[in-house]
């Protein structure tokens, strides 16, 4: 029986970390999950603050302990922006739900393309705070975003 392995990494400061799962077989080279701010307590008015484009809320009845859910853009790429009461529950409610809609942790021919492939919106995101922002296409598109939020 496998058990995944989780590692973290500190990035540059005491208050941003990596989480990479070290189990995944995939041939595609997955970003690692940033972990920025963990004391930070956010609203969306900061994210909108910090340059993101507020274009409409979603419903967050999918999402479990979800405050609020918005789609809009930076650098005209599509974000997500998902809010929990703390970073915690971000972590603990949030990582789950954002690895399913980036298609992280599914098998080696999902993730490619296969026949059973779904299209995802999003390829990576990152936990700023109590926030979860799905990014589109690589986590280096929202990076200035992720590091402006305060």
């Not at 609203?43 to 479990?64: F, H, I, M, Y």
């Not at 954002?98 to 992280?104: E, N, P, S, V, Y």
Request: glycine fraction near 10%.
């Amino acid at each position: 029986m496998a058990f995944p392995v989780i590692s973290l990494f500190g990035c540059g400061s005491n208050d941003s970390e990596t989480l990479i799962d070290a189990s995944d077989s995939s041939p595609i080279e997955q970003d690692p999950v940033q972990i920025i701010n963990p004391s930070g307590v956010f609203t969306v008015d900061d994210v909108v603050r910090a340059g993101w484009k507020k274009s409409k809320q979603l419903s967050p009845e999918t999402l479990p302990d979800v405050k609020g859910v918005w789609y809009g853009f930076y650098n005209q790429r599509d974000v997500e922006v998902r809010i929990y009461e703390t970073h915690s529950a971000a972590l603990g409610s949030g990582m789950g739900p954002a690895d399913d809609a980036t298609g992280r942790g599914k098998p080696a021919p999902f993730a490619v393309g296969g026949i059973s492939a779904t299209r995802m919106s999003y390829t990576t995101y990152a936990v700023v705070g109590n926030l979860i922002l799905l990014c589109e296409i690589k986590i280096e598109d929202c990076q200035n975003l992720l590091d402006t939020i305060k």
